[in-house]
Structure formats: structure tokens, C-alpha cells
């Protein structure tokens, strides 16, 4: 089984400050990592991605991420935030075979950009 | 492209009612997968079907069932309303299973409330 934590379930923020958000997760095989970002009113759409290789992964918008594997963590970064990132920002995993390469989900933290 | 379309886009049900929630990608991807996501629980997985012809349960599959007649459509069936079902129901595809590390496309979700 898999599990995410999202730590934060809300994080305010200024605009034009950097942000971290945090993930963690188990899981008793190796896994794919996911960060999904959602706007109001509409559905999750994917920011970035984890499969292998350079542990510091990119993605749209100006977010990045990093995978450590001994601190079972893919925290979510971004150097400097917009108003139009607010949002409600999902961490998932996945297995890599069978059962387990089903995505789970964190319970999602919402990010507040104000000016 | 539309992706993925969701019919209705809200709907209030009471209970003991049935219904079906609709869900058409035109992606020709061969997964589908139902989630509902409720506050402070994130998104859960009620069913998925990995291709036509196949369904699976997810985490949550109590009380909802599906079909997966053609590769297009994955509708999901509510056969007798509870209120415990009120939720944001979202439909997502992806290319495959196979490994778990494909992208998953959201659908805009349908809200349902059930009294």
C-alpha cells in the first residue's frame, strides 16, 4: 500500500514570494510521483512529474520539484508567485506495477497568492 | 479538442433516487478512471477500467458501478442515493496502466448533492 501527506492544508502567501510545498510519502516499492494543480471550478491538470533520473524535476508555470528518496519527500517549489497561482495543489503517487500503479492522492494544499 | 467532457455539471438527487453520471473522452486513451473528492480527503478512486470491456474497483467502490462499453465512454451509476454521496465526481483518462507513470486528463467535474 501508499500512502501521501500532505503537510499544510492551506499556505498564504505574498506575491512575488517564493513557496514551498510540502510532500511526503510511503510506500513499500519504488514509485512514480506526481504534483497536480487544480484552479476553481475545474479539474486537476497535471504541473509535473517524477518517473527517473535527475532528482530535480521541472515543470509548467515556474514550479519545480525534488525527489528525495531518503526523506520520502517530493516537496513542490516555485522562486516567485503570481496571484494566478492560486489554487489547491495535489501531491499523488503510483506504483510501478500491478495494483500498486494506481495514483494516490494527498488531500491537497491551497495555495493563497495576495497582493 | 475537447478531452474530456462531464455531463451534467451539477445535478441535486434525492435520495434513494438513481443516476448516472456521464463521462466521453475523445482522446482514445485506453484507461478511464472515476474519483470523488470531498474536502479535506483529496481525491479517492471509485472505479477504473484499464480497457474497453474491463472494470475495476478502486478504493471506494461501494454503492457505484460502471461500465466500459466502447473506449469512449465510461459512465458511472449511482443505483439508489445516498447522502453520503455528495461529492465533486471527477472522470480522468490516460494513455495506459502499464507501470503507473502515465498522465492522468481531468475531466471538469460533476457536483452532486444528494438530500
Known amino acids: 500500500a501508499q500512502s501521501v501527506t500532505q503537510l499544510d492544508s492551506q499556505v498564504p502567501v505574498f506575491e512575488e514570494a517564493p513557496v514551498e510545498l510540502r510532500c511526503n510519502y510511503s510506500?513499500?516499492?519504488?514509485?512514480?510521483l506526481f504534483w497536480y494543480v487544480q484552479y476553481p471550478n475545474q479539474g486537476l491538470q497535471l504541473l509535473l512529474k517524477?518517473?527517473?533520473?535527475?532528482?530535480l524535476v521541472k515543470g509548467i508555470n515556474g514550479f519545480e520539484a525534488e525527489f528525495n528518496k531518503s526523506q520520502t519527500s517530493f516537496h513542490l517549489r516555485k522562486p516567485s508567485v503570481h496571484i494566478s497561482d492560486t489554487a489547491e495543489y495535489f501531491c499523488?503517487?503510483?506504483?510501478?506495477?500491478?495494483?500498486?500503479?494506481?495514483?494516490?492522492f494527498g488531500t491537497g494544499t491551497r495555495l493563497q497568492v495576495t497582493l | 479538442t475537447a478531452g474530456i467532457t462531464q455531463a451534467p455539471t451539477s445535478q441535486i438527487l434525492a435520495a434513494g433516487r438513481s443516476m448516472t453520471l456521464r463521462c466521453t473522452q475523445d482522446?482514445?486513451?485506453?484507461?478511464m478512471y472515476w474519483y470523488r473528492q470531498d474536502l479535506g480527503l483529496g481525491l479517492r478512486l471509485i472505479h477504473y477500467s484499464n480497457t474497453a470491456g474491463t472494470t475495476g474497483k478502486g478504493e471506494v467502490p461501494d454503492g457505484y458501478s460502471v461500465s466500459r462499453a466502447n473506449t469512449d465512454d465510461f459512465p458511472l451509476t449511482l443505483a439508489s442515493a445516498v447522502p453520503s454521496q455528495t461529492s465533486v465526481y471527477f472522470c480522468?483518462?490516460?494513455?495506459?496502466?502499464?507501470?503507473?507513470?502515465?498522465?492522468?486528463?481531468f475531466g471538469p467535474g460533476t457536483r452532486l448533492t444528494v438530500l
Open positions: 482522446m482514445r486513451h485506453n484507461a
Open positions: 499523488a503517487v503510483s506504483g510501478r506495477t500491478g495494483t500498486a500503479s494506481k495514483l494516490t
Open positions: 510506500s513499500s516499492v519504488s514509485v512514480y
Open positions: 480522468a483518462s490516460s494513455v495506459g496502466t502499464s507501470g503507473g507513470y502515465n498522465e492522468q486528463f
Open positions: 517524477y518517473l527517473s533520473g535527475s532528482t
